[in-house]
């Protein structure tokens, strides 16, 4: 079987769909299947160096276009190991202006182009698709979201050659930051998109019965492929001297902000000791955090390994929810691989919630500072007193199902049924 993916995220970018299809194609290739990228070309040593593609993928790498294009570039000369920014281009003005000019043209674009900036694409994609497409023969053609542009170059595929054609979701197609004049335009393209693919994969059940609803869609014609954990890496936990905390995702302020918790930890920071660490783009909250002190340390954007790794050593994860429940954050199944004990920070009872309560990962907790003082207090009490693994369930035979292998097994199976 031979398969062609579509995604505009796909490693060395650092991307929570860029992940996901990191370890997907990588079991697929592994279990026999020939596995094509068609995604963008990005500045030689951009991106995370420790997150590549199996060696037997073929990439098929195409200018993603002018503004995203020269930014990559522009963001590349001023990074550290592709990842996070040097020290001194803080007080660079070329770095502040440079920054400011992209985010005013990415705004400005993201009002123009549907379903966002990234569309820019499109037209020099759809040129070497065309040529991917009349050199190669695949059975499959699999179309990555976000960002959406990956669906409309699908569609093209299905138009030119009538391939089987399978839409991924990782997010809905249009979600609380589509500007809101734009979203009646913006439903159509996905009523059409939706239409017109052979299969679609979301990531939760929720997702899937707004869409079934919404659309008139087929529960069949839907399977849930969830975000999943890595269970190859060897990691160990040794107990930290201080209560350590981490985070290792982005926050939103529209739709996932952390400003209960930042609550929550200023009112406990003078009654228990703690370390909370923050990585990921976070920076837009840093003056909020560093109000916590030496209690707070920001890493900013680290690699997927070290991402694991710090994962593993905390005493306590922090997973918030989105706003809409049929957005949740996968960060929250990849958190499962470290075996360490989460704090799940949600106001629905969604999938993720009740998978933390069912196999006994941690605690869920109402988005409330109050709240959220009790929980922690509670958990740095079983710390303290050296009954915090035994509190919890820290394994991975319950959550099993979650595992990059187990959920590539279940998307092979419905390739083989689609062929």
Avoid at 2 to 14: Q, T, V
Avoid at 60 to 66: E, S, V
Avoid at 90 to 112: D, E, P
Avoid at 234 to 245: D, E, H, P, Q, R
């Amino acid at each position: 079987m031979k398969i062609l993916l579509i995604a505009y995220a796909f490693p060395p970018l650092l991307e929570a769909q860029s992940i996901r299809w990191a370890y997907i194609s990588k079991e697929l290739i592994q279990k026999g299947v020939s596995v094509d990228v068609f995604t963008i070309k990005l500045p030689k040593g951009y991106g995370d160096p420790d997150c590549l593609p199996h060696p037997q993928i073929k990439i098929y790498p195409t200018f993603p276009g002018p503004i995203e294009g020269m930014f990559f570039i522009f963001k590349k000369d001023f990074l550290k190991d592709g990842l996070n920014v040097r020290e001194n281009t803080k007080r660079k003005g070329i770095f502040i202006i440079g920054k400011h000019f992209y985010k005013l043209t990415r705004n400005t674009l993201n009002n123009v182009l549907i379903p966002d900036i990234r569309t820019e694409w499109f037209p020099f994609a759809f040129i070497k698709l065309r040529e991917i497409l009349n050199k190669n023969s695949y059975d499959i053609i699999v179309s990555s979201h976000e960002p959406g542009v990956c669906h409309l170059l699908g569609l093209c595929a299905k138009k030119l050659k009538n391939i089987i054609w399978i839409g991924d979701f990782g997010d809905p197609f249009v979600t609380i930051y589509t500007p809101r004049y734009r979203r009646p335009i913006d439903r159509t393209l996905e009523r059409i998109l939706l239409q017109n693919m052979d299969h679609i994969l979301l990531t939760n059940n929720y997702f899937k019965e707004i869409y079934c609803k919404k659309y008139k869609l087929s529960a069949n014609k839907i399977t849930i492929i969830p975000q999943g954990f890595n269970t190859s890496e060897k990691l160990s936990y040794i107990k930290n001297n201080t209560f350590t905390i981490i985070y290792t995702g982005t926050f939103y302020k529209k739709f996932r902000s952390p400003k209960n918790l930042i609550k929550a930890l200023q009112i406990l920071k003078d009654k228990i000791p703690f370390k909370f660490i923050l990585a990921g783009r976070n920076e837009q909250f840093l003056k909020d955090f560093q109000t916590l002190g030496e209690s707070f340390e920001f890493l900013g954007l680290i690699s997927h390994k070290e991402t694991l790794i710090q994962q593993a050593k905390a005493d306590l994860l922090i997973n918030i929810a989105n706003d809409q429940p049929e957005q949740i954050p996968g960060k929250g199944y990849e958190y499962l691989g470290s075996k360490r004990p989460i704090l799940y920070i949600s106001n629905f009872d969604d999938e993720y919630a009740q998978l933390i309560k069912r196999i006994n990962r941690g605690l869920v907790v109402k988005n409330d500072a109050i709240a959220l003082v009790k929980a922690l207090s509670k958990i740095y009490d079983l710390w303290y007193h050296d009954e915090l693994d035994q509190a919890f369930y820290l394994g991975i035979d319950r959550c099993k199902e979650f595992s990059w292998l187990h959920i590539t097994e279940k998307f092979l199976n419905l390739l083989n049924q689609l062929k």
